[in-house]
């Protein structure tokens, strides 16, 4: 099932200006994690944030969480033609049986216009 | 650090047939979990290893089975595979299992069933 739904579904946007995508879950979590994936390759590791954390940057990613509004944000600033890929955010899903696993979200295609 | 590493990256079979997947994880990872990403669900989460043992399991009929050896490795297997079994095969690996690890993930499998 899926855990996260990102929003927008796409983005295009001009290289230089900023990229926000946002995510929204259901269920509680003990962490959110945000990846990268270009075109038809594996996924990469952004920036993991914890329940108990608001707000974390990495570079030129900025990425806060709301557990109140059971959402977070990923905002690329300055943003370049190599940010061109989909963005997935990922949550912990309580599996019930102590342990956990991710559940991903069906991402936001970010285009950055050269 | 070699990355992960996944065997074969493109694999076309029949219906009926049967297919097994190989990965690599990072030295010293002991973690390596399985997703299914497709255009239409997404990424899924299939099944998650932790020392030879499965941690995990996602919503997956049982033609859809896997192991981990003793260094780690492991390989899916799907049996009797339908049209929908076409799909990026995604391996991923951490040092420790569960939902607050980050994950490394592979290049993928693309399998292309006929």
């Known amino acids: 099932s899926q855990q996260g739904e990102e929003d927008p579904q796409a983005l295009s946007i001009q290289e230089g200006e900023n990229a926000t995508m946002n995510c929204s879950y259901k269920?509680?979590?003990?962490?959110l994690q945000w990846y990268r994936q270009n075109s038809g390759r594996g996924l990469v590791h952004l920036i993991l944030?914890?329940?108990?954390?608001r707000e974390k940057h990495s570079g030129r990613l900025r990425v806060t969480l709301d557990t109140s509004k059971k959402s977070s944000s990923l905002l690329i600033t300055a943003s370049r033609a190599a940010d061109t890929a989909s963005y997935f955010c990922?949550?912990?899903?309580?599996?019930?049986?102590?342990?956990?696993?991710?559940?991903f979200g069906k991402g936001t295609k970010l285009s950055v216009i050269p | 650090k070699a990355g992960v590493t996944q065997t074969p990256r493109y694999l076309i079979k029949t219906r009926g047939q049967q297919v097994t997947l190989s990965c690599s994880p990072i030295?010293?990872?002991?973690?390596v979990s399985w997703y299914q990403q497709t255009p239409g669900q997404g990424l899924q989460f299939l099944f998650e290893?932790?020392?030879?043992?499965?941690?995990n399991k996602g919503n997956f009929p049982g033609r859809f089975s896997g192991r981990q050896f003793s260094n780690s490795r492991s390989e899916m297997n799907v049996s009797t595979l339908e049209l929908g079994d076409s799909a990026l095969y995604l391996c991923?690996?951490?040092?420790?299992?569960?939902?607050?690890?980050?994950?490394?993930f592979g290049p993928g499998t693309r399998l292309t069933v006929l």
């Open positions: 991923a690996s951490s040092l420790g299992y569960g939902g607050d690890n980050e994950q490394f």
């Open positions: 269920t509680s979590i003990n962490n």
């Open positions: 944030i914890r329940s108990n954390e």
């Open positions: 990922a949550t912990d899903d309580d599996s019930g049986a102590g342990s956990y696993q991710l559940t």
């Open positions: 030295s010293g990872h002991r973690s």
């Open positions: 290893y932790f020392s030879e043992t499965q941690r």
